[in-house]
């Protein structure tokens, strides 16, 4: 339940990202890894308290984030998706080749457990009341978020980008805005990974995790803020529960997409979608037109 409450910060940008904005992203366990070293690096050779390190990492992530989302932006579809891939292999390059400063492939441990204004959250059962309170606030501000002029110029550009531009909405700016807080939210995800594991390395922030990351958003329906926890924690614990080996948790990652795609395209949101399949119908007259004094008035009965 702790590792899910991680990654479904993660989640809940890619859905924010992916499922309003409409932008598919296979780089964002980059700024995962953006996070997590950061963290592991700051933390263990200078000190640097875990607040302050998570800060830092967040504010890579955004720098990073407009140094890829300004020439990135400009594609769309297959085109951007690459590119954001093309950032996450070479952000996992830079952690396996540059030995002197991630330790490539041996990896950074020794992170000390997340302490904030004299609290330490060393003890397991402490970091998961932390993880899942910045993850239900993180929920929260995102879902007011949503419910406002953001989420509404997001699903416009999702639903017909040119239309959007011509109604007088900033495309640049909000995809732009929606991606930034995305990686935010995965510099954040990686920071506290680190400090759940106590130990950072490239493998754990390869393709796989990027596909891992889809899948979770996938599982949510792409607008499901409300699903991000169930989708989590269902595809974090799926694995342990049919005794999945590591060997075969590829197939099944590429298994999972293909099920999702061509069986369940709104994922969890099938379920409450079929719920409302036996609600009453709206009877085909709701809709009058009523004469009052020779002015119209249209009422819903």
């Not at 499922?19 to 700024?31: D, E, I, N, R, T």
């Not at 400090?195 to 979770?216: N, T």
Request: hydrophobic letters at 55%; proline letters at 3%.
């Amino acid at each position: 339940m702790l590792s899910a409450g991680v990654y479904s910060i993660a989640v809940l940008g890619m859905v924010i990202f992916m499922g309003y904005a409409g932008q598919p992203s296979l780089g964002h366990s980059a700024f995962m890894a953006i996070g997590a070293y950061t963290t592991a690096i700051l933390t263990t050779r200078y000190g640097a308290s875990p607040l302050a390190a998570m800060l830092i990492g967040i504010l890579l992530c955004l720098l990073c984030g407009v140094f890829v989302g300004l020439p990135l932006l400009r594609l769309r579809g297959f085109y951007f998706a690459a590119g954001t891939l093309a950032f996450g292999l070479l952000v996992q390059g830079i952690l396996v080749s540059w030995f002197g400063f991630t330790k490539g492939d041996s990896g950074i441990g020794g992170i000390p457990p997340f302490s904030f204004a004299g609290i330490d959250f060393g003890n397991r059962l402490s970091y998961y009341y932390l993880v899942w309170a910045v993850a239900v606030l993180l929920v929260l501000l995102s879902y007011n978020m949503l419910n406002s002029q953001v989420g509404r110029a997001l699903i416009a550009i999702h639903g017909d980008e040119v239309a959007a531009r011509s109604m007088g909405v900033n495309t640049g700016l909000w995809k732009m805005f929606a991606f930034l807080v995305s990686v935010a939210y995965a510099g954040i995800s990686g920071s506290l990974l680190a400090h759940y594991l106590f130990f950072v390395s490239p493998s754990q922030f390869g393709v796989l995790l990027a596909a891992e990351l889809i899948i979770m958003s996938l599982l949510a329906g792409g607008t499901g803020i409300h699903l991000v926890f169930w989708a989590t924690i269902l595809w974090r614990f799926l694995p342990e529960l049919t005794a999945l080996s590591g060997e075969w948790r590829s197939f099944f990652v590429g298994a999972a997409i293909l099920v999702l795609l061509l069986v369940f395209p709104d994922g969890l949101q099938f379920l409450t979608s079929r719920r409302a399949d036996y609600a009453p119908k709206p009877s085909s007259g709701a809709w009058v037109v009523e004469a009052r004094e020779g002015e119209g008035k249209r009422a819903v009965e």
